[in-house]
DNA sequence: CGGTTGACTGTTT
DNA sequence: TAAACAGCCAACC
């Protein structure tokens, strides 16, 4: 089994899962927390192999332009809905408001 | 080995 | 403000 991948998949979705609520971030910061600038990528696909059921908190994650990433449909739909559950201010556009809401983590 | 595919990004129009 | 472009990179086939 590919020990590296499944590392950096953990660390990605160690960093997701410290996002506090009502707080977002992008994928690419998200990447560098996990300690793997450039690769914005690898997390939007660890993300999309989440099960359904999952406790992470993959909604927090936005692209960098502060808009929902995922294409229009049921999971787009789903992430808006819960961001706004948690005060977030989603845009019908599905654009976010990141200078009141990006995550800063502090050390 | 090589082409395709994205839940990406920064820069330029 | 938004779209087009060009890099980027692992996963997949």
């Avoid at 600038?37 to 099960?51: D, E, F, N, Q, T």
């Avoid at 977030?88 to 983590?105: F, N, Y």
């Amino acid at each position: 089994m590919p020990r590296d991948r499944d590392e950096r998949r953990q660390r990605i979705l160690a960093v997701v899962d410290s996002i506090p609520r009502g707080r977002v971030a992008s994928y690419g910061q998200v990447a560098r927390e996990a300690g793997l600038p450039r690769h914005a990528r690898l997390v939007g696909r660890v993300l999309a192999s989440l099960s359904p059921g999952s406790r992470i908190p993959w909604h927090r994650v936005l692209n960098s332009a502060g808009k929902i990433s995922l294409r229009p449909g049921p999971g787009s739909t789903t992430q808006a809905r819960r961001l706004a559950r948690e005060g977030v201010k989603v845009s019908p556009t599905g654009r976010i408001d990141l200078g009141a809401c990006r995550w800063t983590p502090e050390a």
